[in-house]
């Protein structure tokens, strides 16, 4: 099982970089960028692009591919596969070759890219062989190999000094590549201030029905590590409640054994960030596997209730949507409602307004423009997408929001979606409320600094 | 004042040496701006006109400094990423094969393995340095010198390459010996005439790896050099199994891949339990699973547990074609969260859903709501998930799901929006009780506004009409609405129903089931119910102005009429106005439709205007004949939509599977053997080792250097540190389940039927052929010309 390479797309569809491809016809890439191009251009909504792209062969002879594609931020990462190549094969690469370019170049651009393409060249080279079976992907490996862009390289090369030279002759020292005997951490780590954090991130997927009833809901979270220890330490991480986190998986870190014995996270940590497991949290501690889990026993209340009326009338509507908390003690924040109003929509006029509960006063924003007041809501349409975005920055407790407004379409009968899309965050707080029992730090003798904190966004579908 | 003077001078010199800094600082930034800005510079060489001559790279490429050489490597790679040809540089990047600085030596070797083809003379000046390299102590250098020289596709080095496989193969490093079996397939690549020796290179040096890091390759060069060489494997089957845990994410997909295959070509079929088929699932259930088979599904068991997607669908693989149906419960949370991974892996994900579901439907259908389609998934994900929705129906869920589909009939996708009413329709065929929700939905959605909703209800309250009256009146008394009473109700409506096709799905309705109004009406003509001749008339009034799709149904339905009523002289006028149309119409079809028709019509009396009707000759056929040709035969099918996923030859993991496009090379999985090879060949020395207590083989990470690791040695260990020695007690719990499991069986009396399995099979092919030939039969039906008219036209 093999890819057949990468291809980096810049947004117009421009190839940036490309590894080199064992294929006999030169025409191959370029086949598999048109066709991927082209059902981009076709798209009826951006963004709405089959994932595979069915790429016919060339010629008499070829045999027909495919080609699995990702957008991140302004580049695409094109990944051709022909034979019987498992296309999840390929976005697990793209998914991993992604990771480590963050962990290079930070927010992905197509203009870092281009500025570091020589090192994205070398990183190819490295995480993909050939043949096009994957290589080196452990980041703390990687490193070793292909020296991440700093400033402290660049000073370092503009005065002369050769840097390479150390991993030359650096084999002797036990700190060389490939010299650790744990292949996703780095040998011989020192730090001078010891520290590790952990990120919970749970994320609540929710629909409900136009009569608030969610009709499905689950809560996922990850752990996201940050480990700045030096030598080996060897970690035990626990929790009071472990019992509720259910359909787990894990960095290769962890001791699988320990996990299925005692529920406990044993692990020598990578060095730098990672993600440590993935987890989905049922109160009834029922994995999906087990005979009796009934999903409708795991729904999670919905923090917030939408009241909404939509009118659609010949060529246009009104709608007017009320958003209220229903979180006490705490507000949630960065919430963004989007609507999509279907093709061909404009003409969008629209009130966002603060409503009447909670604390703290109410106001009005924007006639036309959609820059909010004082109320902290603001509104605005891309007419890219079609889709109206309503914004409200903080909303205390038991706060009531209110968007009113109105839309015109070319065609006699409008088209909106049948859903509204609801993002917020929730800052320290988790779902779960997960509690770490104990980070217990064995094979060193420093202590460190342990940092341990919650985070929960949303992400719910409400249908009208 | 000696002070003062003293004083000044430290200020002079002070000043004097902070111009100095500043001079040596704003040079070395100068530099620092154009390194900064360098990688966009080369890359926009053309736009923004610095671009150096080919005489000045090459220059820079002699040069002795490894900035200039750098630079200028740089601006080769840059050519070959804007697609240029940059091959004339070849003499002068070979020089620098052995260039002490590694940047450079990469990025040579970038250019070589892209240019060796074209030069192969000059390439094989690079070899040597290579075959130094290999001898490198530096594992790095020595796994890139092989990883290029395998790379670098000119023939004539083959045999060096084998040679150089052979040495790396049993080098202690394990990343060499990982780049040493994936030069394997390249080797044999580059020429077949080397596949005896690299066959014995991976039987006797490569397989004997006790390394996680290197064996998922080893996997790979055997996958692709000996796919059939199963039997090399035996001797190390077990611990193959046993090691899988510890590989990396990608070698155990590989290995996985390469362990389902001999298990299905080397072990017995498990037996399989009938009663478990159709129902619950129950654990423990009685199962004969070899000793063998089941180490391989503990081992894989815990790597259920991974976060790369790849390797869950690859153990879930292992499971659905490896495993008996009891051990199936085990990857359903696993497939499932994967479904909430990205949406790119969702939308592969559900495809193997659709596939497992086919056989398994009742392990997913508890959970039916997590596929639930939301408005901002993709259209191939939405209409996936329809799809498996269908599969997941149960006399539980039905109603929940009916209300989904009713729900995507709002989509804002067309396509999505027939699939949804599709849907329902195919849902009232599995579900009996959903007919009646399912008509009042269908009813309410004519009324819509948007023509994709009314078309497809149309089309799809025409299937359940037929269905209803071909089946009798067995569901009648159930009905709030009797099936003529729809037509009747989409008589009424014609005018609405603007969409072509639904148009005329409208009209054969009504002119098939005018006639069979139990009392004849009392207003209308006789024998036709009352709703019909309208119809007629409102079409009459628009003919020239329908699709042709619309006048060929607007035809057929006054001949019907005709044939029902020819006594009535407002239909018998309406019918001579209608061919009298038809004749002189545009499309051919409508013609060749008027003529074939008001012939038949002949014999019941139908006056056509023109000469020709006295000098036709051929047989006239009696009324009862012209009926028998009208109405009969045209029965409701089941109309199953037949996607390529259906054919059941599918499978997990395949290409095809997503592109829905048979795609070559689609190798099925083997067969069990109904009896396996003997086990004892699988027997090593390794089994004994195994039985005994776990030798600590900790290496403490510090001061290991790699002089010491040998392949004789153990494998590099995962678990380091102090635990280590319970640790790999920990890992050998994984294989303490498969007595949990032994002792579960012993309890459990035995009964199995084992040709349960392919009798299944067997009767779901003729399942699929029946429906093939059912779909053949129906392309005699009206809609079946239709199409066909279609043909014609092309």
Redesign the interface.
């Known amino acids: ?2 890819i057949d390479g990468l291809i980096l797309l810049d947004n117009t569809g421009r ?4 590894s ?1 491809f064992r294929s006999t016809s030169p025409a191959y890439p370029l086949l598999h960028i048109e066709a991927v191009n082209n059902a981009v251009a076709k798209a ?2 951006p963004g ?5 792209v ?1 790429v016919s062969a060339y010629s008499i002879g070829d ?4 080609c ?1 594609h ?1 957008q991140c931020t302004d580049v695409r990462i094109l990944c051709p ?9 390929g ?6 070759f992604i990771e480590i370019l963050r962990e290079y170049f930070g927010p992905l651009s197509a ?1 870092t890219l ?5 090192v994205v ?2 990183l190819l ?1 490295e995480t993909l ?3 096009g ?3 080196t ?2 980041p703390n490996a990687l490193r070793d ?1 292909v ?1 991440p862009p700093s400033l402290f390289n ?2 370092l ?4 000094a ?1 840097i ?2 150390t ?2 002759s ?3 020292l ?1 700190s ?8 996703w951490r780095k ?2 780590l020192k730090y001078t201030s010891n520290e590790v954090y952990f990120d919970m991130v749970e994320e609540l ?1 929710a ?1 409900v ?1 136009r009569n608030g009833v969610p ?2 809901s ?1 809560v ?1 979270g990850k752990i996201e590590a940050n480990s700045r220890l030096s ?2 330490p ?1 970690c035990l991480l626990s929790f009071t409640n472990s019992s509720v986190l ?7 870190c962890v ?7 005692g529920k406990t996270f ?1 692990f ?1 940590p990578p060095d730098g960030k990672f ?1 440590l497991a ?1 987890y ?1 949290y049922s109160p009834t501690g029922s ?5 009796n ?4 026993k795991d729904n999670i209340p919905i923090p917030f209730v939408i009241k909404s009326n939509v009118e659609l009338l010949d060529h246009g509507g009104s709608f007017d949507i009320t958003f209220t908390s229903r979180l006490n003690g705490r507000s949630l924040e960065n919430i963004i409602v989007e609507f ?1 109003l ?2 061909g929509a404009s003409g969008i006029k629209c009130i966002a307004a603060r409503g009447t509960g909670g604390l703290g006063r109410g106001g009005v924003s924007s006639m036309n423009a959609g820059l909010g007041g004082n109320s902290g809501a603001s509104w605005a349409f891309d007419s890219r997408r079609r889709v109206l975005k309503w914004e409200i920055n903080n909303a205390p407790p038991s706060s009531s929001w209110n968007l009113q407004g109105s839309f015109s379409t070319p065609s ?2 409008p ?5 509204l ?1 609801v993002q917020f965050d929730i800052q320290s707080y988790t779902f779960s409320s997960l509690k770490v029992e104990q980070l217990k730090i ?2 060193e003798t420093y202590k460190p600094y342990k940092g341990i904190r919650g985070r929960a966004i949303g992400n719910v ?1 409400w ?1 009208w | 004042m000696a002070g003062q003077q003293y004083l000044n001078s430290i200020s002079e010199n002070a000043t004097r040496l902070g111009m100095r800094l500043q001079e040596t600082l704003s040079e070395h930034t100068r530099d620092l701006a154009i390194g900064r800005g360098s990688g966009a510079g080369y890359l926009e060489t053309g736009a923004l006109g610095d671009e150096k001559t080919p005489a000045m790279i090459r220059k820079q490429l002699d040069s002795s400094s490894d900035r200039e050489k750098l630079d200028a490597m740089k601006r080769l790679v840059a050519l070959i990423s804007k697609g240029r040809n940059a091959s004339e540089y070849f003499a002068q990047v070979v020089k620098n094969v052995a260039a002490p600085n590694l940047e450079i030596r990469k990025l040579v070797y970038i250019y070589l393995l892209r240019y060796a083809e074209h030069e192969p003379d000059l390439a094989l000046l690079s070899i040597n340095t290579f075959q130094k390299d290999l001898a490198d102590a530096n594992p790095l250098i020595r796994a890139m010198a092989l990883r290029v020289l395998s790379g670098i596709k000119v023939p004539m080095i083959g045999s060096i390459v084998v040679l150089a496989i052979r040495k790396c193969a049993a080098d202690p490093s394990p990343y060499v010996r990982k780049a040493a079996a994936l030069a394997v397939p390249k080797c044999f690549e580059l020429d077949a005439a080397h596949l005896p020796t690299l066959i014995q290179i991976i039987s006797t040096i490569l397989l004997r790896d006790r390394s996680p890091l290197s064996l998922g390759s080893v996997a790979v060069a055997f996958q692709a050099i000996c796919p059939t060489r199963l039997d090399l494997i035996h001797p190390h089957y077990r611990r193959l199994c046993r090691i899988l845990v510890d590989l990396d994410e990608w070698g155990q997909v590989e290995l996985m891949e390469l362990l389902l295959r001999y298990a299905r070509t080397m072990l017995v079929r498990p037996q399989t339990n009938l009663s478990e088929r159709g129902g619950e699932e129950k654990h423990g259930d009685e199962e004969e699973i070899e000793k063998d088979l089941k180490l391989l599904l503990d081992s894989v068991e815990p790597v259920f547990q991974s976060r790369n997607p790849a390797v869950v669908l690859a153990a879930t693989k292992v499971f659905f074609y490896g495993a008996p149906p009891s051990y199936w419960p085990k990857f359903v949370g696993p497939v499932m969260r994967l479904n909430t991974n990205s949406k790119e892996v969702e939308r592969v994900v559900l495809v193997d859903l659709l596939i497992i579901t086919r056989d398994a439907p009742h392990l997913f259908a508890p959970h039916y709501t997590r596929f639930l389609v939301r408005s901002d998934d993709l259209t191939v994900v939405k209409k996936t998930k329809i799809q498996l929705l269908l599969r997941l129906l149960t006399v539980d869920n039905w109603s929940a799901i009916l209300r989904e589909f009713i729900e995507y009939a709002d989509d804002m996708d067309d396509t999505v929006v027939s699939e949804a009413i599709h849907a329902l329709g195919t849902c009232s065929a599995h579900v009996p009780e959903a007919i009646p929700s399912c008509l009042t939905a269908l009813i309410t959605m004519i009324k819509s506004r948007y023509d994709t909703v009314v078309s497809s209800a149309v089309m799809v309250l025409k299937y359940l009409v037929q269905t209803q009256l071909s089946m009798g009146s067995a569901f009648a008394g159930t009905l709030a609405q009797s099936p003529l009473s729809i037509i009747a109700h989409l008589a009424r409506r014609i005018d609405d129903i603007r969409h072509a096709q639904a148009r005329a799905c409208v009209l054969w309705l009504v002119g098939q089931y005018a006639g069979s109004e139990e009392k004849a009406s009392t207003s209308g003509p006789e024998g036709i119910a009352d709703w019909a001749p309208d119809v007629l008339r409102k079409l009459a009034q628009s003919f020239g102005s329908e699709d042709y799709l619309v006048k060929l149904q607007t035809i057929t339905l006054a001949a019907k009429l005709f044939v029902l009523s020819p006594t009535d002289r407002t239909i018998n006028l309406l019918c001579q106005y209608i061919f009298s149309l038809a004749r002189y119409d545009k499309n051919y079809d409508v013609r060749d439709r008027g003529r074939m028709l008001s012939s038949l019509l002949v014999g019941v009396g139908l006056q056509i205007s023109g000469p020709s009707a006295e000098e036709r000759g051929g047989v006239v056929l009696r009324k009862e004949q012209v009926k028998l040709v009208l109405f009969e035969g045209k029965s409701g099918t089941i109309v199953e939509k037949d996607s390529f996923l259906d054919d059941g030859k599918l499978q997990l993991g395949s290409l095809g599977r997503v592109t829905g496009r048979p795609m070559v090379m689609n190798d099925a999985l083997p067969d069990w053997l109904e009896k396996g090879v003997e086990s004892s060949l699988r027997d090593s020395e390794d089994d004994a080792r195994v039985n005994a207590p776990p030798v600590p083989t900790a290496i403490s990470s510090a001061g290991t250097t790699h002089s010491q690791k040998g392949i004789a040695t153990p494998p590099i260990v995962l678990t380091p540190g102090v635990s280590t020695p319970s640790s790999i007690a920990a890992k050998g719990q994984w294989t303490d389940l498969e007595s949990f499991y032994a002792e579960e069986e012993k309890e459990e009396a035995e009964d199995d039927d084992g040709d349960e399995d392919e009798d299944e099979d067997e009767s779901e092919e003729e399942e699929s052929s029946a429906a093939e030939s059912a779909e053949e039969t129906e392309s005699g039906s009206e809609e079946g010309q239709a199409e066909s008219d279609v043909i014609h036209v092309h």
């Open positions: 099982m093999g190839s940036i970089i490309q080199g009826t909504q709405d692009v089959d994932p595979v069915y045999t027909p591919s495919a699995c990702v596969i022909s034979g019987n190549v498992d296309p999840l094969f976005f697990a690469f793209l998914q991993t203009a281009k500025d570091n393409f020589d060249y070398q080279e062989d050939s043949g079976h994957p290589l992907t452990s190999i020296l660049k000073l090369s503009v005065a002369g050769n390479n030279a991993i030359n650096g084999s002797g036990g060389g590549p490939f010299s650790s005997p744990i292949p040998a011989g997927k629909i029905n009709l499905s689950s996922l030598g080996t060897d259910v359909d787990c998986a894990f960095h290769p001791r699988l054994s320990r996990w299925a014995r044993s020598v993600i993935e989905r994995s999906s596997g087990s005979a889990a009934s999903p409708l999509n279907g093709s006699i009968a088209r909106p979606s049948h859903a899309q064995t094979g579908e249908r």
